[in-house]
């Protein structure tokens, strides 16, 4: 049976070469694009979650009831190449479920590129869309 010998050293005994920078900071690691800002302005949700909120985020603040919450919203659905407003795709099947008389307009910029995205919960597949941006958009559901 071979036996292994492990030598160590501390760091101040090692060359300084042997010593390495951390990696620079990549494109994708860097925060949101500064002068990102969103307004939203819902309807017809209920007493309490109605009316019109600006929302900034990387630092998160703002005029809306839950800035840390929305902010986590738009950042868990922004994907490389994928609209993060995106409507429902044309030619969707969608349940015929009506949802309230709820409605939503988002507008300004988010990473860099405009945003004009209006919600409603028509259908199920508006609902499930209006679902994804909770609590940016408010939680009505029953």
């Known amino acids: ?32 694009v500064p002068g990102d800002r969103l307004t939203v302005t819902v309807r017809h949700a209920g007493t309490g979650r109605s009316g019109t909120y600006v929302l900034s985020c990387h630092p998160a603040v703002g005029s809306h009831p839950d800035v840390g919450g929305a902010c986590r919203a738009v950042d868990r659905n922004t ?26 307009h988002v507008t300004g910029t988010w990473a ?20 994804q941006m909770v609590p940016l958009l408010p939680d009505i559901r029953s």
């Open 1 to 32: 049976m071979a036996s292994i010998a492990v030598v160590t050293a501390p760091a101040a005994a090692l060359p300084a070469a042997s010593v390495s920078a951390p990696p620079p900071v990549r494109a994708e690691d860097r925060p949101a």
């Open 112 to 131: 860099g590129r405009p945003v004009d995205a209006r919600y409603d919960r028509s259908n199920g597949c508006e609902i499930a869309r209006w679902n």
């Open 79 to 104: 994907r490389w190449d994928r609209e993060a407003f995106a409507p429902v795709a044309p030619g969707s099947v969608c349940t015929m479920i009506y949802g309230g008389p709820a409605t939503a």
